[in-house]
C-alpha cells in the first residue's frame, strides 16, 4: 500500500524567509505526488504535481517541489513566505483504480504560520 | 467553468438522522470522489464512482454509508442512522478520464451530530 508521511505538523517561518515542508512517501511503484493546500473553511487546491516528466516541478503561487527518488522525498519549498502563504498542506501519493481513476492518498497534513 | 459544487455546506443532524450530502463535480468531469476528513487528520479516500456506477468503495464503512452518481443529478454520499463519529468534513473531488489526473475538490459539507 501506499503511505505519505509529513515531518512537522506545524511549521512557523517569517515573512520573506524560506518554507521547507518535508514530504516522504512510499510506493511500489513509480508514484504521482501532489501538493494541495487548504484554507480555512475551504477544500484542497492544487498547488503542483508531479508525474514523472521532470523531477523539480513548479507549482502555483511561487512553489515548487522537487522529487527525489534516492529519498523517497517530495519537499515543497518557496523562497520567500508571504502572509497569505499561512494556510494547511497535504501532501499526497495517487494509486491507479479499476475504471480509469485514482486513490489519493494523504498526509496529515503541516499547518504554515507565517508571522511578521 | 464552474468548479466541484457541493451542498450544503454546513448540516447539522441528530442522532439516529439521515445526512444527506450532494456533488456537482466539474463540467466534463467522469469521475467522482468522496472523501471524509476528521479533525486532526488529512483526507481519508471513502468511494470513487462514475455515471451508475460505483467503482471502488473499499475505504466506505460497512454500515449506514451509501453513494451514487446518477445519470441524471448530482452525486449523493447518504448516511444513515448516524452517530457523534460522523462528525467530519466530507468533500467531493471530480477528475476528468485519464490516469493520474489531478483531483479537483470542492469546499466540503461539514457535518455536525447533536
Known amino acids: 500500500a501506499q503511505s505519505v508521511t509529513q515531518l512537522g505538523s506545524h511549521v512557523s517561518v517569517s515573512e520573506g524567509a524560506l518554507v521547507l515542508l518535508r514530504c516522504n512517501y512510499s510506493?511500489?511503484?513509480?508514484?504521482?505526488l501532489f501538493w494541495y493546500v487548504q484554507y480555512p473553511n475551504q477544500g484542497l487546491q492544487l498547488l503542483l504535481k508531479?508525474?514523472?516528466?521532470?523531477?523539480l516541478v513548479k507549482g502555483i503561487n511561487g512553489f515548487e517541489a522537487e522529487f527525489k527518488k534516492s529519498e523517497t522525498s517530495f519537499h515543497l519549498t518557496k523562497p520567500s513566505a508571504h502572509m497569505s502563504d499561512a494556510a494547511e498542506y497535504f501532501c499526497a501519493v495517487s494509486e491507479g483504480l479499476t475504471g480509469g481513476g485514482n486513490k489519493l492518498t494523504f498526509g496529515t497534513g503541516t499547518q504554515l504560520k507565517v508571522e511578521l | 467553468n464552474a468548479g466541484v459544487m457541493q451542498n450544503p455546506r454546513h448540516l447539522v443532524r441528530r442522532r439516529g438522522q439521515e445526512a444527506r450530502l450532494r456533488c456537482s463535480p466539474m463540467?466534463?468531469?467522469?469521475?467522482v470522489y468522496w472523501y471524509r476528513q476528521l479533525p486532526e487528520e488529512g483526507l481519508k479516500f471513502m468511494v470513487y464512482l462514475q455515471k451508475e456506477n460505483i467503482i471502488d468503495e473499499s475505504g466506505m464503512p460497512k454500515e449506514r454509508f451509501s453513494a451514487e452518481f446518477p445519470k441524471e443529478g448530482p452525486s449523493i454520499l447518504r448516511i444513515q442512522q448516524v452517530v457523534r463519529g460522523d462528525s467530519a468534513a466530507y468533500f467531493c473531488?471530480?477528475?476528468?478520464?485519464?490516469?493520474?489526473?489531478?483531483?479537483?475538490f470542492g469546499d466540503g459539507t461539514r457535518l455536525s451530530i447533536l
Open positions: 510506493s511500489s511503484v513509480p508514484p504521482y
Open positions: 463540467k466534463g468531469h467522469s469521475h
Open positions: 473531488a471530480s477528475s476528468p478520464t485519464g490516469r493520474n489526473q489531478p483531483q479537483h
Open positions: 508531479y508525474t514523472s516528466a521532470a523531477t
